[in-house]
């Protein structure tokens, strides 16, 4: 416990400094993967890289599982995995075989795992998403059919996703036989969660916020609609009366919006823990969030 307690600290340590880094240069510049060798499964394919410590040898060297969420999510989850191999830790990051950024990397190794659709499938989904994100001539109700449309087409191709990964019974038992010291993750999707879970091992969340801010209630901290803005709401800390109303009114609907987001991964926590637990006791157990 006190080695994990060691190594989530330095992963908390190399958040920071990627974060900093981030802000004072914002492009970055293509790393080339230099994979050494591959052993393939029947069902998943491990990559293995050897990660190239750039500045020296550290005592101690821990063992990190990465579970990202696909698209932007990815960005700044790929940085935090790239530091740390670059230090000398040992990093695993699980993608699916098709996704839309996710790909090998210099310092981290991959496990990849099948998933029941092709490239196709997830351009249009993206597709989908692209189009209801554009100006559009058509009328509100149209408008808010597309969007319900798009986010749809989102949901179903994480939930296959996650799904696939969850149980496959030959992945999870890998990750268990390897002895992580931790896992990061995004928890707006949250398998990576699920899987801290399965293993017994410390969480650290890397996000920009939920949504429905199932976050903070996970995370226990006080949120008052009259102080704390809403997600997407617009609004800051500073807020006049009318703007605290309509504040509130987003706050109403919240749990409502949790539930069509998280509904399917209630009953997958349920299928894949075996215990009657909800995503927000799941996403409880969570030992850092880092806010981005």
């Not at 990397?105 to 795992?113: C, D, I, L, P």
């Amino acid at each position: 416990m006190r080695k994990a307690a060691v190594f989530v600290f330095l992963l908390l340590s190399a958040a920071m400094e990627v974060s900093g880094a981030a802000d004072k240069k914002k492009g970055s510049e293509a790393e080339t993967p230099k994979p050494e060798g591959k052993v393939k499964g029947k069902k998943a394919e491990t990559a293995d890289t050897v990660p190239a410590s750039d500045i020296g040898s550290s005592a101690f060297k821990g063992n990190l599982l990465v579970v990202p969420m696909d698209g932007s999510h990815w960005i700044g989850v790929k940085a935090i995995a790239q530091e740390m191999g670059r230090r000398g830790h040992r990093v695993t990051v699980v993608m699916p075989e098709i996704s839309m950024q996710m790909g090998p990397g210099k310092h981290y190794n991959t496990v990849t795992f099948p998933v029941p659709y092709d490239q196709a499938y997830v351009d249009s989904v993206m597709a989908k998403n692209t189009e209801a994100l554009e100006k559009s001539a058509e009328s509100f109700m149209q408008q808010v059919q597309s969007k319900m449309s798009q986010f749809q087409a989102i949901m179903d191709a994480i939930h296959i996703t996650a799904e696939t990964l969850l149980f496959n019974d030959s992945i999870i038992t890998h990750l268990a036989q390897q002895n992580f010291d931790a896992v990061l993750t995004d928890p707006m999707v949250p398998t990576g969660s699920l899987i801290a879970r399965k293993l017994g091992l410390p969480t650290v969340n890397l996000l920009r916020g939920i949504p429905c801010s199932l976050d903070l209630k996970a995370a226990g901290c006080p949120s008052p609609p009259s102080y704390v803005p809403r997600f997407a709401s617009g609004l800051t800390d500073r807020m006049t009366f009318m703007e605290r109303v309509f504040n509130s009114l987003i706050a109403l609907f919240e749990p409502l919006l949790c539930r069509l987001i998280y509904r399917h991964f209630d009953h997958l926590a349920h299928q894949f823990l075996g215990e009657k637990v909800s995503i927000a006791e799941v996403l409880s157990d969570s030992d850092i969030w880092l806010m981005r």
